[in-house]
């Protein structure tokens, strides 16, 4: 089959529970610019057990079509059989390009399916562009601990695959009354492909906001000393409706849990504000937060590569200038709210 005849973008909507991610979101608004670019349309594909509900809220959010396979088998995800059922959704439908989440669950599963279909798979991208003239995707993300952009191409086989990583792309703006095409796709037999058996699922609750979902960080990194002086982070975000994340060091040191982390191999986050104390900003830090709206960089050290991308920056001992931040911010806060 020539490369023109595969069309479509596909997104792997991945659900767990019944409750799509954010990362699925965010890809059906990233395919809608791409698919503008190649004049086609974005489908997702959802897989799950009982998940009726969801090709709505995936048109809400783009989708201009909802390919859903429901078993009680893919009620929760397992390797084989979401493998097999994409495979095979990917054979029917012969799409363009398929993208997935660079979630745990995505990056068990594209390479699988790349394999199957014999095609080009780049992982943990972090920027998608149709190229002018060939029409190619290109996928460009960090190599070498983030010291170099790939930007890689599949010319020569089709679909495309990409797993993007969470955080990057930008969900749209959710609106009513959507009605994407839904179709059903019957599911083969999947008795043969059950080779795992999931014996309990543990999930652990933390009290604390994701990361990614806060409006403010207030993050600290080796220059805060120790996990005492992390009450001086939580105090400032506490004032401010935010949560505490941190440096990869800080993560590494056990000041903090592994959640917390920001960067290249933490998470991606886009706050309205980014608050980086005792941070120096190396570029694998910079690579999960340069993003965010507004940054102020509080650091010892003027020549520290933070104050490159900070928006306001001080230079002083956080320890000193995060309470009298907090005092500051608690007193504007209570004046406004006398006013
Ligand atoms: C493959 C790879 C992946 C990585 N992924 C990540 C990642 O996801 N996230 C991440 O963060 N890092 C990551 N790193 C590590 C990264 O390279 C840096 O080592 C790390 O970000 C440094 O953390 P830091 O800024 O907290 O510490 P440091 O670089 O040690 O900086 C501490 C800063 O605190 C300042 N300081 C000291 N005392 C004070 C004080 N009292 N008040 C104010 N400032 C003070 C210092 O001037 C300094 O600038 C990765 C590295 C590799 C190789």
Redesign the pocket.
């Known amino acids: 089959m020539s490369n023109e005849a595969y069309k479509g973008i596909f997104v792997f909507a991945q659900q767990v529970d019944g409750k799509l991610s954010n990362v699925a979101l965010e890809l059906i608004g990233k395919s809608k610019a791409l698919a503008k670019d190649l004049n086609t349309e974005v489908t997702a594909v959802v897989l799950g057990n009982k998940i009726g509900h969801l090709p709505e809220q995936l048109g809400r959010y783009g989708a201009d079509r909802v390919v859903i396979a429901e078993d009680p088998i893919l009620e929760t995800y397992t390797t084989e059989p979401y493998a097999h059922v994409i495979t095979e959704i990917v054979k029917k439908y012969q799409p363009e390009i398929v993208l997935y989440g660079a979630t745990a669950i995505g990056r068990d599963l594209a390479p699988r399916i790349s394999a199957r279909v014999h095609t080009g798979l780049t992982a943990d991208c972090t920027s998608l562009e149709i190229e002018e003239g060939t029409g190619n995707l290109l996928m460009t993300r960090p190599a070498f601990?983030?010291n170099i952009m790939a930007t890689i191409a599949c010319a020569d086989f089709r679909p495309q695959m990409a797993t993007v990583r969470p955080g990057v792309m930008q969900r749209l703006t959710p609106v009513d009354n959507a009605h994407p095409v839904v179709e059903s796709f019957s599911v083969p037999d999947l008795a043969e492909h059950v080779n795992v058996e999931v014996v309990e699922v543990i999930k652990k609750i933390s009290e604390k906001m994701d990361i990614q979902e806060a409006n403010v960080l207030v993050s600290g990194?080796?220059?805060?000393?120790g996990p005492e002086n992390f009450k001086l982070l939580e105090e400032l975000a506490d004032v401010l409706g935010g949560t505490v994340s941190?440096?990869?060091?800080?993560v590494d040191a056990g000041w903090v849990e592994k959640d917390r982390?920001?960067?290249?191999?933490?998470k991606t986050v886009r706050p309205n504000l980014y608050i980086a104390?005792?941070?120096?900003?190396?570029?694998?830090?910079l690579?999960?937060m340069e993003e965010s709206d507004v940054i102020i960089a509080?650091?010892?050290?003027p020549s520290?590569p933070?104050f490159e991308v900070a928006d306001y920056g001080v230079v002083?001992?956080?320890?000193k200038i995060l309470p009298l931040f907090t005092e500051q911010v608690r007193k504007a806060k209570e004046e406004k709210s006398n006013a």
Do not use: E, L, P
């Not at 941190?246 to 800080?250: G, I, K, L, M, Q």
């Not at 104390?277 to 830090?285: E, L, N, W």
């Not at 002083?316 to 320890?319: E, L």
């Open positions: 601990g983030g990194g080796r220059g805060m000393g941190s440096s990869r060091t800080a982390q920001v960067g290249q191999t933490g104390c005792g941070i120096s900003g190396a570029i694998q830090h690579a999960g509080i650091n010892k050290d520290a933070i002083g001992d956080a320890m």
